[in-house]
């Protein structure tokens, strides 16, 4: 029994501690390192890829990761990852430690942990992931793996290298091998491009010493702000490179024939269109009904992360992601006569760069609806004039609090791939002026001897305010809206309490979205002797944040163009009279403007103001006058009326 026992530790053993711990992890391990910032969790000593080219188009990857964990932060450096699919193949995985008592240790594939990537908003997906947990994760301790994938049949041939990251890089290398007669071009994003070294079929470019990407507050998307090559690669020497006509030419491969509608959805249309001959308003109860009526549901397999199912499909089923969505709306669309086209989006603001064409960066797909030309459009927003598909009308039937004729914030301000029936022509998506995205609060107040303020609040909202409201509200129930309420009046008022709360027109998008409610708050007149302190700003807070300008190195994104405005009236007790007001505040530059007025008519203090954001990032050589802009409207939201007990 000892014997067996014993063999059986002896062999989990061999799969954990290391018999061969390759040279190039132990080379990483006695790398000299520099002095980093204090906290740094680790860094990435090794970071190198191989991408091998076949002559039938198939590419093999081969990554090799070696980290130092720097300090308790960094301990999830021990674990390794890799995904894989239906459409790329996993070869091999390992991972290795050497710990900074010098054991070392080895993780095969075998005892990797497998998981799906599908959500809740996935039903199925074949895309999967295998985790290996690496032993000796404490600071000292060198981790590494090294995993091989095998892609068949690339939907582009294109690959991308992202060489910067959270933490340190030490070195990086990235190694295309292309058979011969193949060539490529190169991109650089985000660094200074390096000149490749030649090793007969191979392209070397190596980077060394690359600084962690700063977290910053605001900061864009890491993919907006990280070092980066991308690399296109061609069966024959290259001619041209390879443009957004073309890969909207692929994609238009995808969707041929998906959009076929069938007698069916023709009915369905008809039902939901019959008695209105105004195009508009037809679009809108099309739209409407794929928003609300198709639950979205995400099928991923192989190429399905790209390819939508059939109109048929989908309509039958009634559920589908972002492409299926438009494609069953394009078709029902077809039906009243309405041309539209697919619009390849992102919903992560600039990371969608003009000189190289990749769907890298995509993970949305919206809706571009052909309007004529003489059909009025002041209520709509989301309009583009594109010199070839004519006036179109964006729209995003996956946001189900998005109205027609509005844009998600996250697609405001943004770039698309447009797709026609000849190729793809990326686009900018429009930004919103603030008065589309409005916020108006009003509150009829009073304040009683004791300090107890009381009153109704109403806030009205549209556009993307009122769809983040929504997005919130929506799934709540009444007592969890009422919870969520009060935990936002909690970040500026203490000891109160919120009573007879009612929301109006939560579900119709068309109409402004209304919250009212009675609200008292003990104490909020502070007394000091014969004086009385009331703050005239109740609630709401305009500034986003103050920002540490000492070391930043990235633009900010705010919170979206907005207008904003309270109004509020706070009737004082007549023992009291005005001894000092809160001084008027103005500001005004390219980003933002906002001005407030306090004063005291018959016994009520008044105070209104009025917040424009008229940006959706700053460049980072205009953030110390956001800033100054920010301290002041802190300054304005902090000051507070003085009141002197009458003789």
């Known amino acids: ?90 070869v091999s995985f390992h991972a290795w430690s050497i710990a900074g008592n010098g054991d070392e240790w080895e993780v095969k594939e075998r005892e990797a942990m497998e998981r799906g990537l599908s959500d809740n908003t996935e039903l199925y997906t074949d895309e999967k992931r295998k985790i290996i947990q690496i032993p000796a994760a404490e600071p000292g301790t060198v981790t590494a793996f090294e995993y091989v994938t095998r892609e068949r049949a690339p939907q582009v041939l294109q690959d991308s290298w992202t060489f910067q ?87 238009n491969g995808l969707i041929a024939g998906r959009r076929t509608i069938t007698p069916e959805m023709r009915a369905k249309v008809t039902e939901l269109t019959a008695g209105d001959v105004d195009t508009i308003g037809n679009i809108a109860k099309l739209a409407g009904f794929v928003q609300k009526d198709i639950r979205y549901v995400a099928i991923e397999i192989g190429v399905g992360g790209h390819q939508p199912h059939a109109a048929s499909e989908i309509f039958a089923n009634r559920y589908g992601d972002c492409k299926d969505k438009v494609t069953l709306l394009s078709a029902m669309l077809q039906a009243i006569g309405v041309e539209s086209h697919y619009v390849i989006a992102t919903t992560r603001r600039g990371t969608v760069d003009q000189q190289f064409a990749s769907l890298d960066a995509f993970n949305h797909v919206i809706i571009a609806i052909r309007l004529p030309r003489e059909m009025k459009s002041n209520a709509l927003h989301a309009i583009v004039e594109h010199p070839k598909a004519g006036r179109l009308l964006l729209f995003d039937p996956t946001s189900m609090t998005t109205p027609l004729g509005e844009l998600p914030g996250y697609a405001q301000r943004n770039r698309g791939l447009l797709i026609t029936e000849t190729g793809g022509d990326l686009i900018e998506l429009p930004p919103f002026a603030p008065e589309t995205n409005q916020f108006h609060r009003t509150a009829t107040l009073a304040l009683d001897d004791a300090g107890l303020l009381s009153g109704v609040v109403t806030e009205t909202s549209r556009g993307t305010v009122a769809a983040a409201l929504r997005e919130k509200l929506q799934p709540l129930t009444n007592p969890k809206r009422l919870q969520m309420i009060e935990q936002q009046v909690g970040l500026h008022l203490a000891n109160f309490k919120i009573s007879n709360l009612n929301i109006y027109n939560l579900d119709d998008m068309a109409k402004n979205l209304v919250i009212r409610y009675t609200l008292s708050a003990s104490s909020y007149g502070k007394k000091a002797g014969p004086l009385l302190l009331v703050r005239p700003r109740v609630l709401g807070e305009k500034a986003e944040t103050q920002l540490d300008l000492k070391n930043r190195k990235y633009d900010y994104e705010t919170e979206g163009s907005s207008l904003q405005v309270d109004e509020i009236e706070i009737a004082v007790p007549p023992s009291f009279t005005p001894d000092e007001l809160p001084q008027n505040t103005k500001i005004a530059n390219e980003t933002l403007s906002y001005e407030s007025e306090t004063s005291f008519d018959k016994g009520v203090l008044h105070y209104k103001r009025q917040y424009r954001m008229k940006q959706y990032d700053v460049p980072v050589g205009r953030l110390a006058e956001l800033n100054k802009a920010f301290a002041a409207i802190l300054a304005d939201e902090r000051s507070s009326a003085v009141f002197k007990a009458k003789n």
């Not at 053993?13 to 018999?19: G, I, N, P």
């Not at 520099?34 to 000593?45: D, E, N």
């Not at 198939?58 to 021990?78: H, K, P, V, Y």
């Open 1 to 90: 029994m000892k014997q067996a026992l014993f063999l059986l530790l002896l062999a989990f053993s061999r799969d954990v501690l290391a018999w061969g711990t390759p040279d190039w992890v132990k080379a990483a391990a006695k790398m000299p390192l520099p002095a980093y910032a204090a906290g740094t969790a680790g860094v990435v000593l090794i970071d190198e890829t191989t991408a091998t080219v076949r002559n039938d188009g198939a590419i093999e990857t081969r990554r090799r990761q070696a980290f130092r964990i720097l300090s308790t932060e960094g301990r999830d450096l021990a674990e390794a990852r890799v995904d894989f699919s239906s459409l790329v193949e996993l």
């Open 165 to 251: 990251r959270e933490l340190p890089v030490r070195s990086a290398r990235y190694t295309l091998v292309l058979p011969r007669g193949w060539s490529h071009d190169e991109t650089w994003f985000n660094a200074v491009a390096k000149e490749p070294r030649i090793d007969g079929e191979s392209v070397i470019w190596e980077v060394a010493d690359v600084p962690a990407i700063a977290d910053e507050v605001g900061r864009p998307p890491q993919r907006a702000v990280a070092g980066r090559l991308a690399v296109n690669f061609y069966p024959h020497a290259q001619t041209a490179r390879r443009s957004w006509n073309d890969i909207g030419v692929w994609y």
